[in-house]
């Protein structure tokens, strides 16, 4: 079996309205999926990430660079097809842009093995747990929406059955070395510290005792600035703070770690797989690992980072952003592991993750989602909707 071909399907959803977390403007969903083609007529499906950047400059990678490393190749041998990408990749990039198109090439060719072996990713990877538990992911700043939209909005997640859920925090004007100084938008839906507090507050109250709540800086305070709101969010039973830092700073995360009470999840831009993570368990500058699939080297690498928390003794909760196609492969993951922790998901989601593809992984009334028995990845693409939301790049 060889590899015949390499390509990527660029779709993107307008959201009904824009929303903001700490730093960034999110308008739209985009996605970069990723196929890969053998001559005996198989194809795996993966997405890449391209955060921070426009699809093209991921897509330009994987169908100019790596591509040509591929053709030819037998897809079955996956650890070695890794290391052939990164290492004649890595002197013009260790990490970035070039780990985050390896991990779209990477899961399509998971979801290969998968399908020649016909078996499911989650037994294939480990087969550890069917069942996934689910948190939603949501409370966003955005035009309009006050104290009170947003606890009815993250009441409604727990109404729908789930028993967790994260909401943002960091949105601040004045906070010394914030990336919002320089983020397109920067003057809307700023609140001051003291408004997030209320936030957090507001969303405790309406969601209840029994309910985990998470919090997300997205890394916009400095070290003083995320100990003070840290230690602030306490009284509210925090079950992680997730970025509180900047992702570079490992010592300032190792710090607010050490002088607040709640766990720190983090920190999913870290793109240099297993080495930039390693630094952070050894460094005990998290408690939740949080690498994403499509971003940190595919399922090979995401994979040895859950075993690499494992031996550490902490929990991995991957970061899930982008399509059906990276829901699938992160979830396949969760079930792999022993060191799972919860799925991250957006609720309502949006058409790429409820449209694209045949089967999409649901939510069910218990905050669960069931992985599937079909092989590989277990999704299929639905040519009309994928014609409906691809764009050019």
């Known amino acids: 079996m060889r590899i015949t071909d390499v390509r990527t399907i660029p779709v993107e959803v307008k959201l009904p309205k824009p929303v903001f977390d700490a730093n960034y403007t999110m308008a739209t969903k985009p996605a970069l999926l990723v196929e890969v083609e053998t001559d005996q007529g198989l194809v795996g499906l993966g997405e890449a990430a391209h955060f921070g950047g426009p699809m093209a400059s991921t897509a330009q990678v994987i169908e100019h660079e790596l591509r040509n490393y591929l053709i030819g190749q037998d897809p079955r041998n996956i650890e070695y097809l890794w290391e052939m990408m990164h290492r004649r990749a890595y002197k013009h990039a260790r990490g970035g842009i070039v780990i985050a198109a390896i991990s779209g090439i990477d899961i399509a060719l998971w979801d290969l093995r998968g399908k020649i072996a016909g078996m499911p990713l989650w037994q294939m990877l480990g087969g550890y747990r069917k069942r996934v538990t689910a948190y939603a992911t949501g409370g966003f700043y955005s035009e309009g929406k006050g104290i009170k939209e947003l606890a009815r909005e993250m009441e409604s997640y727990v109404r729908h059955g789930f028993r967790a859920v994260k909401m943002k925090v960091g949105r601040n004007p004045g906070i010394e070395l914030s990336p919002l100084r320089v983020m397109e938008n920067r003057d809307i839906c700023q609140v001051s510290l003291f408004d997030d507090l209320k936030r957090v507050a507001a969303v405790r109250d309406a969601i209840g005792a029994d309910v985990k709540l998470m919090v997300d800086a997205n890394g916009a ?10 230690r602030a969010m306490e009284k509210y039973d925090i079950y992680w703070y997730e970025e509180p830092v900047w992702p570079d700073d490992i010592a300032g995360s190792v710090e607010v770690a050490a002088k607040v009470g709640i766990a720190i999840a983090g920190y999913e831009t870290c793109s240099y797989g297993i080495v930039g993570f ?27 980072i859950a075993h690499m928390a494992q031996a550490a003794n902490m929990p991995i909760a991957p970061h899930i952003h982008g399509s059906a196609v990276a829901v699938a492969a992160a979830v396949h993951l969760l079930g792999a592991v022993r060191n799972g922790s919860m799925a991250e998901t957006v609720y309502p989601a949006h058409a790429l993750m409820t449209e694209l593809v045949k089967e999409p992984f649901n939510v069910n009334k218990k905050g669960e989602i069931e992985l599937p028995d079909t092989p590989g990845l ?5 040519p009309k909707i994928l014609k409906k939301y691809r764009v050019k790049t």
């Open 378 to 382: 277990g999704i299929e693409l639905d």
């Open 221 to 230: 305070w400095d070290v003083t600035t995320a100990v003070k709101m840290g």
């Open 278 to 304: 390693n630094d952070y368990i050894k460094a005990r500058a998290v408690h939740f690992v949080q690498p994403d699939v499509a971003w940190a080297g595919g399922l090979t690498e995401t994979l040895k």
